[in-house]
């Protein structure tokens, strides 16, 4: 009864931090209280869950250093004109029967590169909403497939923060995960494209604004260097260079270009890494700016409350009833299901993608030990799942935040196919992947 109060606490904090328009840290905190204090009375010590959870931090450390690196990253690419010339080049491939086509696999792109759904949204898709209001084309539509492009590179992104949360929360490497979400997503994103291929027809673009390319042009050079950045970013992991490594290196260039290229001084630069790009006396000001250090400090500091939950669940047993039920869950539907199921439970009552995802591992990975499921599977599952579900939800942060972005209702969710064809597709071919998994350690068994 005492774990029931305490979780309908917590909820009401959620849901009173969002409607009053507050950081969720408020909520967090007020969880972490509850939670902690809940832990005493059923007979943990105050120093016994408090050394549980800051062990629970440390094993989230290397996320925490990969989000603060990513949200360098976001600022200087904004100033080194990296994403100026892929909007550019992209504008250029628009053609009117081409536009939602070319909107889908350039949001995609660079959602990729950066590991940012917030971000490629409040940037390069405002200005291709901008573009579909003047075009005549359907803004819920064009909405609905910024969505899915936004959120492909936020679910198999190297430098996606999810991402590299739901390796270092099941102890698994991201490389490897990304590879089979790569695998996994290859049918639904196929889909996707045949079905904005013939949306794009059906909806094309009657003029492209050239002003916009102009302006593109004034602001910055658009020497192709600026393309340097998302290169070293795109081919680094290919040759297993580590994330961080990966994400220096791309940072250092863009440092560079920054500096030699786009004319910015050291001040302007040190300004873009630590608190984002904003020039508002700029034509494109308001739209590319943002990004830098302390834009991901709310979301390091609710990782690491959230870690310091699972640590206190972990010491006090709380949970360990739903895992029995969870387990029994599992053997009698399957794993996934029973993930997707969860998924959309914690997504609509948490609101928020960091919090659904912790609670996931939490509720979910002693009943995959206990049914046979490898760590692998569990983040593959967490990535086709909880990742996209919980910012499907209308009334969750990630649905929520876009849409703000880019001034629609509701109604573009049901044009953002790729979010739900993905959970779709592998709810039916998980078996396929299962069976290719044991085949190849089979093929390498009789190897050895």
């Known amino acids: 009864m005492d774990l029931l109060i305490a979780f309908l606490i917590f909820i009401i904090s959620v849901v009173g931090v969002l409607i009053l328009d507050q950081s969720l840290i408020i909520a967090m905190l007020i969880g972490l209280v509850v939670f902690w204090y809940t832990g005493m009375r059923r007979g943990g010590s105050f120093h016994a869950i408090g050394k549980a959870a800051m062990a ?3 094993d989230s450390l290397i996320v925490i250093k990969v989000m603060l690196i990513i949200g360098l990253l976001t600022g200087i690419w904004r100033t080194s004109g990296t994403i100026t010339i892929s909007i550019y080049y992209g504008l250029m491939a628009i053609r009117p029967q081409l536009f939602l086509i070319v909107t889908f696999l350039l949001c995609c792109l660079l959602s990729y590169a950066l590991g940012t759904s917030f971000g490629v949204a409040a940037t390069v898709g405002v200005i291709f909403m901008a573009l579909a209001r003047s075009g005549g084309v359907d803004p819920l539509v064009t909405a609905g497939t910024i969505f899915s492009g936004v959120y492909f590179g936020d679910r198999c992104s190297p430098v996606s ?7 270092g929360i099941t102890g698994t490497k991201i490389y490897d995960n990304v590879k089979w979400m790569m695998k996994t997503g290859a049918v639904p994103f196929l889909l996707t494209l045949g079905i904005y291929s013939f949306l794009s027809f059906r909806h094309p673009l009657s003029a492209v604004d050239e002003s916009l390319r102009s302006a593109l042009s004034t602001d910055f050079s658009l020497s192709l260097w600026s393309f340097l950045p998302a290169v070293l970013m795109l ?4 040759f297993k260079v580590s994330v961080i490594r990966s994400i220096t290196a791309s940072i250092v260039s863009a440092v560079l270009v920054s500096y030699f290229v786009q004319g910015a001084g050291a001040k302007e630069i040190l300004t873009s890494l630590l608190i984002g790009y904003d020039h508002p006396e700029s034509a494109l000001g308001t739209l590319l700016k943002g990004g830098g250090l302390t834009s991901m400090l709310e979301v390091v ?3 690491i409350i959230s870690s310091m939950y699972s640590g206190i669940f972990r010491e006090t047993k709380m ?5 029995e039920k969870l387990a029994g869950f599992c053997k009698r539907f399957g794993r996934f299901h029973t993930m997707t199921l969860t998924s959309i439970v914690v997504g609509g009552l948490f609101c928020n993608q960091t919090i659904s995802i912790l609670m996931c591992r939490d509720l979910l990975q002693e009943a995959y030990e206990r049914t046979g499921g490898t760590s692998q ?5 967490m990535e086709n799942s909880v990742i996209l579900i919980c910012c499907f939800i209308p009334w969750a942060v990630g649905a929520m935040v876009p849409r703000q972005f880019l001034g629609v209702g509701v109604g573009c969710m049901v044009y953002a196919v790729y979010m739900y064809l993905v959970p779709l597709t592998y709810w039916f071919l998980k078996p396929v992947f299962a069976a290719f998994r ?3 350690r089979a093929h390498v068994q009789q190897g050895n």
């Open 377 to 381: 599977e569990f983040a593959i599952d």
């Open 235 to 238: 081919l680094l992991p290919l």
């Open 56 to 58: 629970s931090v440390r």
């Open 319 to 323: 949970l360990d009833q739903m895992h």
């Open 438 to 440: 044991s085949d190849r």
């Open 301 to 303: 500091i609710l990782l």
């Open 161 to 167: 923060s999810s991402a590299n949360m739901v390796a």
